[in-house]
């Protein structure tokens, strides 16, 4: 695969990116160090890719950074009292989720970001952790209903929800390849082993699937993915 797949990892607050196509752990690879919020006590939340950009939310503002020069811009906020779930974009268009209370099983909201930066809600679900948009302009995004285990699901047109993948245990990071084949971050309840899970498109187009129907396994422990667009 020539994509090169990028995680996020929250490391001191720090937004960290792969600079090596570092599928294989065996390879090694390199970090650099893009944004840092350490001493502002926020975390860094979500990952999405767009052009020469990355998106990602940091308390209630979803930001980009060019990743060329660094360069940061505010995209929007969220509402006041919630704490951002995922960053997405597609076909021009930053989506984000927000859990709206830290009681179990943290009920979520998706939605857009007018170009003024205003919250347009779309959805919900609870548990909401991550999402990926393939190349038709569908939104995917990972969520744990009623705590019952890690799902992903397909927003359709009319904001409503299919399901896709009941994959169990806890949300992991979501991201398509130029070939519209999914990966997963699956974070494996204790003593298991975290690693990446691997969908074909066809797959993912039919749907009622498992875990176990992976094509492939990329035995790294990740949280967001996103690949590279200039590979």
């Known amino acids: 695969m020539s ?9 001191g607050s720090c937004l960290v990116v792969s600079a090596h196509a570092a599928l294989d752990p065996q390879s ?5 160090t ?7 006590g926020d975390v860094i939340e979500g990952l999405a890719i767009d052009g020469d950009d990355a998106y990602f939310g940091q308390a209630l503002d979803v930001n980009s950074i060019n990743l060329d020069t660094t360069m940061v811009s505010l995209e929007g906020s969220l509402p006041a ?7 997405e974009r597609a076909t021009g268009t930053t989506y984000a989720a927000y859990t709206t209370s830290f009681a179990s099983p943290f009920p979520g909201i998706v939605g857009s970001l007018t170009p003024g930066g205003m919250f347009n809600i ?7 952790f991550d999402a990926a948009v393939n190349s038709l302009g569908e939104l995917y995004y990972v969520a744990n209903p009623g705590a019952l285990g890690s799902m992903i699901f397909r927003l359709e047109t009319d904001g409503t929800s ?3 993948v009941d994959a169990g ?31 074909t498109s066809a797959q993912v187009a039919a749907g009622g699937l498992v875990l176990a129907d992976n094509v492939d396994i990329i035995p790294l422990s ?5 690949f590279d667009p200039h590979d």
């Open 169 to 199: 245990g806890f949300s992991g990071g979501l991201a398509f390849d130029r070939f519209d084949n999914l990966y997963y971050a699956y974070q494996a309840p204790f003593p298991g082993v975290p690693y990446i899970s691997k969908f």
């Open 34 to 40: 893009l944004y840092d919020t350490t001493g502002s």
């Open 222 to 226: 990740v949280s967001y993915l996103a």
């Open 162 to 164: 299919t399901l896709v």
């Open 28 to 32: 090694g690879f390199t970090s650099t």
């Open 122 to 128: 779309t959805s919900g679900a609870d548990g909401i």
């Open 3 to 11: 994509n090169k797949l990028l995680a996020l990892i929250v490391a």
């Open 81 to 87: 009292n919630v704490s951002v779930g995922f960053v």
